[in-house]
């Protein structure tokens, strides 16, 4: 069982940036073969923003958010982040951390099946 917790969520304002986190674990010693940040804004589906390949170098972002927002990751604290620059009001929604442990290995990023999420955290941008 794998456990995701969220943080670093907030107000901003456009143009400016937020941090998030997620921190991993579960049983002895968490592994994973990708991990994911989604959203959600209210009324609409939730989307991709960004992965990174847990155990292998490689990570995808969105075109809707690329040049702004990183993804990165730190295995000795089973975190990864998402640094987001030059936010704008249409990034405002809930954002989702997720885990794949189910490979392939080389699966397209987009393409695991992310069956551990996170609570969320909410990214509110103002103009």
């Known amino acids: 069982q794998v456990h995701l917790v969220e943080s670093g969520g907030g107000l901003a304002q456009a143009g400016g940036s937020l941090r998030l986190s997620c921190a991993a674990s579960?049983?002895?010693?968490?592994?994973?073969?990708?991990m994911a940040w989604f959203r959600q804004a209210p009324g609409k589906e939730r989307e991709f923003v960004a992965a990174?390949?847990?155990?292998?170098?490689?990570?995808k972002t969105a075109d809707t958010v690329k040049g702004r927002f990183t993804i990165s990751k730190d295995q000795a604290v089973n975190t990864i982040y998402l640094q987001m620059n030059n936010l704008k009001p249409e990034d405002t929604a809930t954002y989702y951390c997720?885990?794949?442990?189910?490979?392939?290995?080389?699966?397209?990023?987009?393409?695991?099946?992310?069956?551990?999420w996170g609570q969320g955290t909410q990214v509110t941008v103002s103009l």
């Open positions: 579960g049983g002895y010693t968490f592994s994973a073969y990708a």
């Open positions: 997720a885990a794949a442990t189910v490979g392939p290995w080389n699966a397209p990023l987009t393409d695991f099946r992310y069956g551990f």
């Open positions: 990174v390949r847990w155990n292998r170098v490689g990570s």
